[in-house]
């Protein structure tokens, strides 16, 4: 059945040869995502084939303009800078009525871009040196989008970023506590809600106008950077959709919440869960680096805040996801994202006792930026 509607949806995308094989490929917990081998008189040809979670992602086409626009953005900066666009940045293939997507009958929308050759994805970090590329990729993709007319972007997910909005949809979430699993996560609750003053901190400098609203990617996972297997380098940053006009503290702090961490996201052993200084130091370099200087003073003074925000923002969604029965997040495992939950407030809880450190290994790079 599925295979049949991968098969289907795949020939309608302007791909020349024939599908040799597909399989499911990367780990993003949101859309279905496929990699396809074409077969071609000049040999194999590779193509990311994904279907939309239509339940996160409500308006597909907006979506798709938006990264129609961006990309094509991307692909012009990558080019004037003596860059590769076929391989720095996502190319999407047309479907065969010129769109940049296909609709099925059921209504959901999927689309395709090339493979990007020779490269990977990392779900931890196994070698420092992947870690700081990606903190250059990261800083560099919000650097390329500078100066992107941010007000033509559509609000994929509106108030995706919000943590205020965030913890009133948690608050909610316990109140109705439609599966009553609530009683048995305590401990978790009091957790998240203990710290609303946290959640005001960075919103409140975003609405005062200290914090300034850029073109930021807003899932900057690690999983989120391809890495040149020769080189490499952390030459594209994938996952688009999500970009939005948004902070880029927060841009930095979804790294160190995925990246510098010691476990895995949905790890178990909450005894492996810490934030990794020595990781935050080499992402702090490598982000203040791709974003060339254009970092003001109160966001570089807000990069610790940030890391702890995202994760504490992350968790929050995890155990809303885990009250109302896990609809967003996909899980491969019963409680996965209470897992996922508990790791997270592992990690905000170390990030506030290592806090003065991690101000001052930012105070010690802003000065050479
Ligand atoms: C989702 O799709 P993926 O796995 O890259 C989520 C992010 C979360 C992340 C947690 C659109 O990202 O916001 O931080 O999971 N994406 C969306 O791992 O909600
Ligand atoms: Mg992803």
Redesign the pocket.
């Given at each position: 059945m599925e295979r049949e509607r991968i098969l289907e949806a795949a020939g309608h995308f302007d791909m020349e040869g024939e599908i040799a094989e597909y399989c499911p490929f990367g780990?993003?917990?949101?859309?279905d995502t496929y990699r396809l081998t074409y077969r071609t008189p000049q040999g194999e040809r590779r193509s990311i084939l994904q279907r939309m979670?239509r339940q996160?992602?409500q308006k597909p086409e907006e979506l798709m303009e938006n990264l129609m626009g961006v990309t094509s953005w991307l692909k012009k900066k990558i080019r004037e800078q003596g860059g590769d666009p076929q391989r720095e940045t996502i190319n999407l293939v047309m479907g065969r009525d010129g769109k940049p997507y296909w609709v099925d009958a059921s209504g959901d929308y999927w689309r395709m871009s090339l493979s990007i050759e020779h490269a990977f994805c990392y779900d931890q970090v196994e070698r420092e040196e992947d870690f700081y590329e990606s903190a250059v990729a990261f800083g560099n993709f919000q650097r390329l989008l500078a100066d992107y007319p941010a007000h033509t972007l559509h609000e994929t997910?509106p108030d995706?970023h919000n943590t205020v909005d965030r913890f009133h949809k948690l608050q909610r979430a316990i109140q109705a506590d439609p599966l009553g699993r609530a009683a048995g996560v305590q401990k978790e609750i009091s957790f998240a809600l203990e710290r609303e003053e946290l959640a005001h901190v960075l919103c409140d400098q975003q609405e005062r106008g200290e914090l300034p609203l850029r073109v930021t990617h807003?899932?900057t996972?690690l999983?989120?950077v391809m890495i040149d297997e020769k080189t490499g380098r952390g030459i594209c940053v994938i996952?688009l959709?999500?970009v939005m006009p948004g902070l880029a503290v927060n841009d930095f702090g979804?790294s160190i919440?995925?990246g510098a961490s010691t476990a895995a996201?949905d790890e178990r052993d909450l005894s492996k869960v810490s934030c990794d200084l020595r990781l935050y130091e080499v992402y702090v370099k490598g982000f203040m680096e791709g974003c060339g200087g254009a970092l003001t003073d109160r966001e570089m003074e807000m990069l610790p805040m940030g890391a702890i925000l995202?994760t504490y923002e992350?968790g929050i969604?995890?155990l809303t996801d885990y009250l109302e029965g896990d609809h967003?997040?996909k899980i491969s495992r019963e409680g996965q994202n209470l897992d996922?939950c508990r790791t997270q407030f592992c990690l905000v809880k170390d990030m506030e006792e290592k806090l003065p450190r991690m101000q001052s290994i930012v105070e010690q790079y802003r000065k050479t930026v």
């Open positions: 780990s993003g917990h949101i859309n979670n996160v992602f997910i995706f807003n899932d996972k999983n989120n996952d959709d999500t979804d919440r995925f996201e995202m992350c969604r995890f967003y997040f996922r």
